[in-house]
């Protein structure tokens, strides 16, 4: 099965030989994936809606891989029990949604050995919940597809010691490798931000818009500061 480069990059992440729970599967692409390639024996594929569910069952089906490919209707880990998965995959949902769920199944996550995650949204926030509840990421990954960027990443259970916001903004591996993608949109955020500056400066100086030209100036110090990591 050929993947799309952002669920491409997601399966790559996971380690050869775990067992997998992948918790919002929508059409089970890369818990088929996983299974052909032979980098997972067997996945729990796991879905809040019936609709996407039925439609990984058919996938699956005409895949052959019924015996190897499990779906289940489940909000979040609520139908997974302890042991049955030794990775989870959480991708294609905002970080609240995937921090709410990691909150709800902590005690069946503590069980498992690495974390596939991809939020949507919030990420900066996401990042600091995984190291303020007990998870440290240890690879990153992020993909352009269809002009839109998504940063991905591996997490384990440890301590996690980053200070600085840039790291959590924008990830720390990914600066520390100065990752070509991660310049590309860093390069957009700085021609975004510096329009935005420019058009508050214009406009009339109400509280609210020297307020706003305040937080867009500490944004655009944040971008400022990542780009400077790659020189």
């Known amino acids: 099965m050929e993947l799309s480069e952002r669920l491409y ?50 996938h699956i089906r005409e895949a052959g891989l019924e015996g190897k490919i499990e779906t289940r209707l489940s909000d979040g880990v609520k139908e997974l029990k302890t042991g049955e998965a030794e990775c989870l995959i959480l991708a294609g949902m905002g970080g609240a949604l995937m921090q709410k769920i990691m909150s709800e199944g902590s005690e069946i996550l503590k069980e498992m050995v690495e974390f596939i995650l991809q939020p949507q949204s919030e990420i900066a926030q996401f990042r600091h919940f995984l190291q303020n509840d007990g998870y440290h990421i240890i690879a990153e990954s992020i993909v352009c597809e269809d002009g839109k960027y998504y940063p991905m990443f591996k997490a384990i259970h440890g301590s996690m010691n980053d200070t600085e916001e840039i790291d959590f903004r924008y990830g720390k591996i990914l600066l520390q490798d100065k990752n070509p993608v991660l310049y590309q949109f860093l390069c957009k955020e700085q021609e975004y931000y510096q329009r935005l500056i420019k058009e508050l400066q214009q406009s009339r100086r ?26």
């Open 206 to 231: 109400t509280e609210r818009i020297i307020k706003r030209e305040k937080e867009v100036e500490s944004e655009y110090q944040l971008v400022v500061e990542a780009l400077n990591r790659y020189r």
């Open 9 to 58: 990059n997601i399966a790559r992440l996971a380690t050869p030989g775990l067992t997998v729970a992948d918790v919002g599967c929508d059409h089970a692409y890369v818990a088929i994936y996983l299974v052909q390639q032979s980098i997972s024996p067997k996945i729990i594929a796991m879905d809040v809606r019936k609709g996407p569910l039925k439609r990984a069952d058919m």
